[in-house]
């Protein structure tokens, strides 16, 4: 299941992107320029809410969340190996087990 989960998620993160792009120069033919700030909001919240299952049994979770979320906002993630990859090197660097 987590491997459903985090591919659902980088397909978030791929809407997120393009919305997040709307408002620029070459933004993708399908948006508008007011989604980036609409619509970007609310599917921030949803890929956080799906990575608190990664996270749960962590008296820290909120954190952690919020760790993994830089990741992947600073590697500009889109794919499901690059949102698993996050999740492990947050657990690793916070000495999860």
Same mark, same amino acid.
């Given at each position: 299941?987590?491997?459903?989960?985090? $591919?659902?998620? *980088?397909? !978030?993160?791929?809407? @997120?992107?393009?919305?997040?792009? &709307?408002?620029?120069?070459?933004?993708?033919?399908?948006?508008?320029?007011?989604?980036?700030?609409?619509?970007c909001n609310p599917l921030?919240? $949803?890929?956080? *809410?799906? !990575?608190?299952?990664? @996270?749960?049994?962590?008296?820290? &979770?909120?954190?952690?969340?919020?760790?993994?979320?830089?990741?992947?906002?600073?590697?500009?993630?889109?794919f499901d190996y690059q949102?698993?990859?996050?999740?492990?090197?947050v657990l690793s660097d916070?000495?999860?087990?």
């Open positions: 299941m987590t491997a459903y989960r985090h $591919a659902k998620i *980088a397909e !978030l993160l791929c809407i @997120f992107w393009a919305c997040n792009d &709307a408002d620029a120069e070459n933004a993708p033919n399908w948006t508008q320029p007011n989604m980036s700030d609409t619509v921030s919240k $949803a890929i956080r *809410a799906l !990575l608190q299952a990664d @996270f749960y049994i962590y008296d820290n &979770a909120n954190e952690l969340v919020e760790q993994t979320m830089a990741m992947l906002h600073d590697g500009f993630a889109h949102v698993t990859g996050a999740v492990e090197f916070n000495n999860c087990s």
